[in-house]
C-alpha cells in the first residue's frame, strides 16, 4: 500500500514520541553536498539544514536498487562529530526508481545503557550490525577526508603520492565504492592527491 505523506509531519511525529534523545533527520539526495533539509534535535550530531550527506549516504546512493533492494538499514552503529556512539537506522524513499530522499534516525542510548546494564543483552535493538557504520559531519570536505582515510587503512596504503600504477587503480575503483564521486569536485581533487589526470579516474572507473 502507497500513500503520500509529509515528511516533515512525520519527522515531527518520530521526535514527539521518541523525545529528546531520538535526531530524526531527512535527506534530500539530489544535493549531497547540503541533503540535510530537515533535523530535530540535531543537537545530538552537531548537524542542522544545510548539512552533508554522510559517508553511508554516499555509499548507498551509489549501490543501492531500488527495485530489488532493502530500502532500510537498522540498529548500526553510528558516531558523532565528538565521538558518541548512536543507535541509527536509515530510509531510502524513491521516486521515480531514483533513490530521492533518506529518512535517518539516530539515538543516543547512553543513559539507557547505564541505568540497564544488567539486561543490555536481552533488549531488541541492540545488536549492531558491525558491517554500517557511519559517521556524521558538518561540511562535505569532513566526509570526503573520512573516506579516503577509511580507503587509506583498508588498503593499508600509507603515502598516496607513492602508489604504482596498479594500486592507483584500487585505490580509485575502493573509493568510488564508497561513492566519494558524487560529490561535485572530488574527481580533480583525487586526481591531484594520487598525481593522476582526470581522464585517467574517468577511465579507471569504466
Given at each position: 500500500m502507497k500513500i503520500e505523506l509529509d515528511l516533515n509531519v512525520l519527522a515531527k511525529f518520530i521526535s514527539g514520541v521518541m523525545g529528546s534523545n531520538c535526531e530524526i533527520v531527512i535527506h534530500d539526495l539530489t544535493d549531497v553536498c547540503k541533503s540535510v533539509i530537515l533535523i530535530e534535535n540535531g543537537s545530538i550530531t552537531g548537524?542542522?539544514?544545510?548539512s552533508p550527506a554522510t559517508d553511508l549516504a554516499l555509499k548507498k546512493i551509489k549501490t543501492i536498487d531500488i527495485n530489488?533492494?532493502?530500502?532500510?538499514?537498522l540498529n548500526y552503529k553510528g558516531f558523532s562529530n565528538?565521538?558518541?556512539?548512536l543507535r541509527s537506522s536509515t530510509l531510502i524513499i524513491s521516486e521515480n526508481n531514483k533513490a530521492k530522499y533518506m529518512l535517518c534516525i539516530n539515538i543516543d542510548d547512553s543513559k539507557t545503557k547505564q541505568a540497564i546494564q544488567s539486561l543490555i543483552e536481552t533488549i531488541p535493538g541492540f545488536n549492531f550490525d558491525s558491517d554500517k557504520n557511519e559517521s556524521f559531519f558538518t561540511s562535505i570536505e569532513?566526509?570526503?577526508?573520512?573516506?579516503?582515510?577509511?580507503?587509506?587503512?583498508?588498503l593499508k596504503f600509507n603515502d598516496l603520492s607513492r602508489l604504482n600504477q596498479d594500486e592507483k587503480q584500487l585505490f580509485v575503483k575502493h573509493i568510488d565504492q564508497a561513492g566519494i564521486?558524487?560529490?561535485k569536485g572530488n574527481i580533480q581533487k583525487i586526481a591531484q592527491i594520487v598525481s593522476i589526470s582526470e581522464q585517467t579516474i574517468y577511465r579507471y572507473l569504466k
Open positions: 548537524r542542522s539544514i544545510g530489488k533492494d532493502i530500502p532500510f538499514s565528538n565521538g558518541i556512539e569532513e566526509v570526503t577526508n573520512k573516506i579516503i582515510e577509511q580507503a587509506k587503512s583498508d564521486f558524487t560529490i
